[in-house]
C-alpha cells in the first residue's frame, strides 16, 4: 500500500504555543486522525546555523535534536502543512512516498 512519511526535524528546545514543540505537533497530529507518529530522540546533530548539538557527557545544555514521524495515506497528511508550517515556521519538513508492507490497513 502507498502511503506518505511526514519528517519534522526540530530540537528539544523548541516551542509552540508555549509549550513543547514536540507534544503540541503529536497531539496534533492525533488529533487530525493521522494514523501514526513517533518522536526519535537523535544524540547529535547540526542544522541550518551549523551549531553542533550532542549528548557528550562534557555539555552540560540540553538542545538535542528530534525528529517528528507520520505515516498515513497523502490525502491526510498533506492538508495538515498549512498548519504545520504555521505552527512551525522555521522546522525542516519533508515528505517522503513510502511503501507499506506490514502492519494494520488504515
Known sequence: MKAILLRIYLSENDACKGRSAQHVIV??????????ATVIHGIGGYGVHSNIHTASILRLGGD??????????????????????????????????VEIFSGEKF
Not at 497531539?27 to 501514526?36: F, I, M, T
Not at 505515516?71 to 525542516?92: N, S
Open 64 to 97: 538535542l535534536p528530534l525528529i517528528i514521524e507520520a505515516v498515513d495515506m497523502e490525502e491526510k497528511i498533506r492538508p495538515l502543512l498549512p498548519k504545520l508550517r504555521e505552527m512551525l515556521p522555521k522546522e525542516l519538513m519533508i515528505l517522503q512516498e
Open 27 to 36: 497531539e496534533y497530529l492525533k488529533d487530525c486522525h493521522v494514523a501514526g
